[in-house]
């Protein structure tokens, strides 16, 4: 059994364990793990040695520790053609607009003999989930919504949707202003903000990472002042002209869309639905950055 943090370790292992006498169809490779969270970018190289490994005909290749995979969010995929993780185009708008609503978190929660309960909140925000079978209201609607399946190949690419509840960052869903949401204060150097929603307040207040605004509808304040002396970058995050002096709040407001996926590769649709006033089901789930 061997280990390894990059690619090129890889074959000088297995010809120092074969020189043992241990062919390679009866070794298993072992790789290494990410230790630090900011470090991730690690993992590229850890698939790639395992990949490496595999070419070189060992019998299996583990990937470990699961509490990294799992905070890190590292996916393999084992003799998959790669896919685009993400297509910038937009979930038909006028069949979404109808589209039911789920917000989910994942809450580990342990129960003693006396009833008594200790609860672990696995996420630190929220997914969402939807339903746009409520949308569907004609044929026309399933060539459209089929056409747009066939695009993505089923579950593979993710999209942009709009969710017909909650789009904008102004408290009341309406038109975004300015001053709408805090994204930090300035340090006299840094120029670059995320952009943000926040839900609720104090101890209990959940800060959403916004990553797919609307083109044109980012607007900017800085201590106060609408400014339009930025840019939005790929990331979905703002990039002042000049870094604000210290302490200078830097607020913004935005509409935007969930990037999602459809949640099942089957898409099912059919006339005697429509005539029976049954509604079809179209289940999307929200995907996590980076796509």
Do not use: C
């Amino acid at each position: 059994m061997t280990a390894g943090r990059g690619a090129e370790t890889v074959p000088a292992r297995a010809a120092m364990v074969q020189r043992l006498g241990y062919p390679v169809h009866e070794q298993h490779y072992f790789s290494g793990f990410v230790l630090n969270a900011e470090d991730r970018g690690q993992w590229r190289a850890i698939a790639d040695a395992a990949d490496a490994a595999r070419r070189a005909g060992v019998a299996r290749t583990f990937v470990w520790a699961l509490p990294q995979v799992a905070r890190d969010g590292f996916v393999a995929f084992d003799g998959e053609d790669a896919v685009q993780a993400f297509d910038a185009v937009d979930f038909p708008l006028a069949i979404g607009r109808e589209a039911m609503v789920a917000t989910e978190f994942s809450t580990q929660i342990v129960s003693s003999p006396s009833g008594h309960e200790q609860r672990a909140s696995e996420w630190a925000e929220a997914r969402m989930r939807y339903d746009a079978g409520p949308g569907l209201r004609s044929e026309a609607d399933v060539r459209t919504l089929a056409e747009f399946f066939r695009a993505r190949r089923g579950a593979a690419r993710g999209f942009r949707f709009r969710d017909p509840f909650d789009a904008s960052s102004a408290a009341d869903g309406g038109l975004p202003a300015a001053g709408d949401q805090m994204l930090g204060t300035g340090d006299g150097v840094r120029r670059q903000f995320a952009l943000v929603k926040r839900y609720g307040a104090g101890d209990a207040e959940q800060v959403r990472t916004i990553r797919l605004p609307v083109a044109g509808s980012v607007r900017v304040s800085v201590d106060g002042i609408e400014t339009a002396a930025f840019v939005v970058t790929g990331d979905g995050e703002v990039l002042l002209d000049a870094a604000p002096a210290v302490g200078v709040a830097v607020r913004a407001g935005f509409r935007f869309d969930v990037p999602v996926r459809f949640a099942e590769d089957r898409l099912e649709a059919s006339r005697a639905t429509f005539l029976a006033g049954e509604i079809a089901s179209v289940p999307l789930v929200e995907v996590r950055a980076p796509w």
